[in-house]
């Protein structure tokens, strides 16, 4: 406990300058109930584990509740300032409890999550650590496929069987499984249908096999398999307990989470370009904290690849939201989520902060915990403080309280809290109709509430994305494209906003790419060059052996001094326009010499390079060189596929996505473009919302259950549509409400991100 005592009180001085007293109360009340639960060797494991990514350049941060304590905040596990921020310590850790404290610590996915991953395994031994199991069960497509092989159905019937399961959140009731059924052309009279579709509803959520939980790891003093069983993972150097993180918690096994985030990993990448790129030096620890261009960028939504804001729905309210300052940033990462949205507390929210409703606190004493979110609601540290001013609950009471209002609520514990409650409320004096008021605002707003630590871990590194997409937009752009698969939107999409921002984007070169992409010099000028990674199909090996290899001379000399290049990979390079600087030739001239120079020629002309003729063909003209692109890179870095149809987008009267805030609300409209974004959320009753991107920007389009079941095929398969509807334009929101769906002529396309 000493040596726990020394670090918080070392981390507690560097953190407040000065360490006034109000940290000093908060870290003593802390450290005191940490001492009294004998947990001071779990804050030091965890604390080792960051200490470790520290002294080994990697990013690491703590989150979710974990965030509420101090303690976690002076060790450097956690990066928001509870104290200054007012949060709760008993929604970390309270004697009440009576379980271990839950941190969950974000690392860069990839190769530095797995490095921290072995260095605990090393630290504790392979039989002191092991990664938790996750039971995977039987579910949608999965089931699907599994119960159509049981009944010997063919490859293509299976197909069709398992894309009658739906892939989105809402379940229309009308969309019976009759219905799907006929509609694919099946019949249900027959038995071995009828068998499938009652196999496949027992089948659901039925164990499957284990796997690996995502992050969480358990830690034991001693031996582990003295206690589980081990198993060797399939990925070397793991090994997994046959419990999941539930069964673990039970035991009482000592549990941290070392999660993947993508964004960590762009973030980090980006703080190692900027240097090289810009000449300059970026602490994320001390960014600007009121930076205008950032505010500026979430007042307009603009908001592509910016942590934790850039989905539709996120986008869709920070008109509404303006934020203009930190807080308001944590608030909008808690308020766009399920259960913010089930619990009706998005528009009363809204509405108020735009000054349209007046803030109802419920009780005078409860002003200040709900001033800051204007009388909602909206985190569960709240609900905690809400208890423990009208009731007299308290820490330990008020988490008992969440927790047996929360998700697994039992009817029994709440009966019985709610009485302790009311006699609580009842002694302060507060009123019935009050009380009422009170308890229905706590019992449904406990099901849904957010973490505010949780929010506020996320805010910080929301924060740090948009700052660096606002001032450094080559580096930001170049550490998101090296860090697919991630975030909201593919590479086509973050290529065009970048695009539209003015970065200038460099192809695939087999003379000048690298593996990743990369930013050049070209004067003042920062273009992106995309890498070699993104030509599909282009191994990395291949890939490094080019690196390796070149200058060239030309394709012949390419095939001859890179032999480890496979004839498809080489007319993959040839195709995108890779090789196009080799002989200054085009793609259909690079093709035909990429085939000719990987022409078995016998071990006496082998070793001698070949100057091929020019080719008969043809050059590729727009609609192929955008096949080719989306095909072999998916993605296109010349004009967006829109712009070659704009003359005739303006025959058919269509505007551009750029043009719709000047069109009042109400008018009629019609929009065009590539789908980018198909989304039917649980909470929408049904509506399917639908993101089209045009060569000046995003747009989006509303349909109504009535009018998806008109234009179904159309919306779920067409990657070019137009959009005949009503705008709406309120404060600053845009979208089209469809009326009318029709295809337009199919093109070249990136793919869509659908029912995610």
Request: proline share 6%.
């Amino acid at each position: 406990m000493s040596f726990l005592r020394k670090r918080v009180d070392e981390g507690a001085r560097r953190r407040y300058q000065p360490y006034h007293e109000r940290a000093r109360r908060q870290m003593e009340r802390e450290l005191a109930l940490i001492e009294k639960l004998k947990l001071p060797g779990y804050f030091l494991i965890v604390w080792d584990i960051v200490r470790f990514c520290k002294e080994n350049d990697i990013l690491a941060q703590g989150r979710g509740s974990a965030a509420n304590s101090a303690v976690c905040y002076a060790l450097g596990i956690t990066a928001v300032d509870p104290v200054g921020m007012d949060l709760l310590f008993e929604r970390f850790l309270s004697e009440e409890r009576g379980e271990w404290p839950d941190i969950d610590i974000d690392l860069p996915s990839g190769d530095k999550r797995e490095r921290a991953i072995q260095y605990v395994y090393e630290r504790f031994g392979k039989v002191g650590a092991a990664m938790t199991a996750n039971v995977i069960t039987y579910r949608g497509r999965s089931a699907a496929r599994e119960v159509g092989k049981a009944l010997g159905f063919e490859i293509t019937t299976l197909d069709k069987l398992s894309g009658l399961v739906r892939a989105w959140e809402w379940k229309d009731p009308k969309d019976t499984t009759e219905r799907q059924f006929r509609e694919a052309g099946f019949d249900l009279n027959h038995p071995r249908v009828r068998k499938f579709f009652e196999l496949y509803q027992m089948a659901q959520d039925l164990p499957r096999h284990l796997g690996q939980h995502s992050g969480g790891m358990v830690i034991c003093q001693g031996q582990l398999d003295s206690i589980v069983p081990l198993e060797p993972a399939t990925m070397p150097g793991r090994v997994v307990v046959q419990w999941d993180k539930e069964d673990c918690a039970d035991m009482g096994i000592i549990k941290v989470d070392l999660l993947g985030l993508g964004m960590m990993a762009v973030l980090e990448d980006c703080l190692k370009l900027i240097p090289e790129t810009d000449g300059e030096e970026v602490d994320l620890a001390h960014l600007p904290a009121d930076d205008p261009p950032v505010y500026a960028a979430l007042q307009k939504a603009d908001t592509v690849g910016m942590f934790q804001v850039e989905s539709r729905a996120q986008m869709a309210s920070l008109p509404r939201m303006m934020p203009r300052r930190f807080y308001d940033i944590v608030v909008q990462v808690a308020i766009i989520r399920p259960g913010p949205i089930v619990g009706k507390m998005v528009h009363p929210y809204l509405n108020r902060r735009q000054g349209r409703e007046k803030p109802d606190y419920l009780h005078p004493s409860l002003e200040p915990v709900l001033k800051r979110t204007l009388g909602v609601p909206l985190f569960q540290e709240q609900l905690l403080r809400m208890a423990m001013i009208v009731a007299g609950f308290t820490g330990g009471e008020a988490e008992e309280l969440r927790r047996a209002m929360g998700f697994k609520r039992s009817e029994k514990r709440m009966a019985e809290v709610e009485v302790k409650l009311r006699a609580g409320m009842e002694r302060n004096g507060i009123t019935p109709e009050a009380q009422e008021a009170i308890v229905h605002s706590i019992t449904s707003f406990a099901l849904y509430g957010f973490p505010e630590s949780h929010a506020a871990s996320f805010a910080l590194i929301a924060y740090a994305s948009a700052y660096l997409k606002c001032h450094y937009l080559a580096a930001f752009t170049c550490a998101m494209l090296n860090n697919q698969p991630m975030g909201f939107y593919p590479p086509a999409i973050l290529i065009k906003d970048a695009q539209r921002h003015g970065l200038r984007v460099l192809p695939v070169d087999v003379m000048k790419s690298d593996w990743d992409c990369t930013v050049e010099r070209d004067g003042h000028a920062r273009p992106l060059r995309l890498g070699l990674r993104y030509a599909k199909g282009l191994r990395e090996q291949a890939a490094r052996a080019i690196l390796r290899a070149r200058p060239f001379t030309s394709i012949d000399d390419l095939a001859l001094r890179v032999p480890e290049l496979r004839k498809d990979e080489i007319n993959r390079l040839a195709e995108i326009g890779a090789l196009n600087a080799l002989d200054k030739i085009h793609r259909r001239d690079a093709l035909w010499q990429a085939q000719r120079a990987v022409l078995p020629v016998g071990p006496l002309l082998a070793p001698l390079e070949e100057v091929g003729q020019p080719s008969p063909l043809a050059r590729m003209n727009t609609e192929e060189r955008l096949w080719s692109d989306y095909r072999g890179t998916g993605l296109t870095i010349g004009k967006h596929p829109m712009a070659y149809r704009r003359e005739e987008m303006n025959a058919l009267g269509a505007t551009r996505a750029v043009d719709l805030a000047k069109i009042p609300n109400g008018r009629l409209v019609r929009i065009a473009g590539a789908v980018i974004v198909r989304q039917r959320p649980g909470t929408a009753n049904g509506f399917v919302f639908l993101s089209m991107e045009d060569e000046t920007g995003i747009m989006n389009a509303i349909v109504t259950p009535d009018t998806f079941d008109r234009y179904k095929f159309e919306v779920l398969t067409e990657p070019y549509l137009i959009v005949y509807g009503t705008l709406q334009n309120l404060d600053g929101v845009i979208s089209v409400k469809a009326g009318r769906i029709d295809p337009l002529r199919a093109g070249a396309a990136a793919e869509s991100h659908n029912f995610h």
